[in-house]
């Protein structure tokens, strides 16, 4: 398996460089369903510090970002109660391709399609480190999580079910 050092530019990766982000790229083999867990083991990674990228939308089909820990679930209840929100639910992934401009599995919340509210789970924060799709299956890269906050102006949610 050759590994590449580096992947090219993508959406989240220019937009990353533009505001002068400081982040690692950690390439992978890409596994269809494989998801956070996959990722975090090929790359020797802690499940937890494996951000997933979901695309979900609120009861009036307004889409929004995710952000939470690889090996959690969303309690999209508890989401939608913190958002002031009557549901929440995962996009199809046709649907969630084209709010994000990225293909399922390649979802990064940098340099989406079209600007969405972003949710983090709020022990995401008190990280270090976290690896986060970089815009591309099978593309990692690793940063400060305060990076989601201030690029993103993504809102600390607590909806982590254990899993």
């Known amino acids: 398996m050759a590994k590449k050092d580096h992947v090219s530019e993508t959406p989240a990766t220019a937009l990353l460089r533009q505001h002068k982000v400081a982040f690692t790229e ?54 939608a109660r913190q958002i002031g ?3 929440v639910a995962p996009c199809k ?4 391709n084209r709010h994000s401009g990225y293909l399922v599995g390649g979802t990064s919340p940098f340099g989406t399609r079209r600007a ?4 983090i789970e709020q022990t995401i924060l008190a990280l270090p480190r976290i690896a986060i799709n970089g815009g591309r299956r099978g593309y ?24």
């Open 116 to 119: 969405m509210p972003v949710y």
């Open 93 to 96: 992934p046709e649907v969630a």
């Open 85 to 87: 929100v009557k549901s």
């Open 140 to 163: 990692l890269v690793g940063l400060d999580p305060q990076v989601c906050v201030q690029l993103l102006g993504a809102t600390p949610v607590q909806c982590a079910l254990a899993e």
């Open 26 to 79: 950690h390439p992978y083999e890409y596994l269809e369903h494989g998801g956070a867990q996959h990722s975090a083991q090929v790359l020797g990674l802690d499940p937890y510090t494996v951000v997933k990228t979901l695309v979900m939308e609120d009861d009036k089909a307004k889409p929004l970002l995710v952000l939470m820990h690889g090996n959690r679930t969303v309690s999209t209840k508890n989401l």
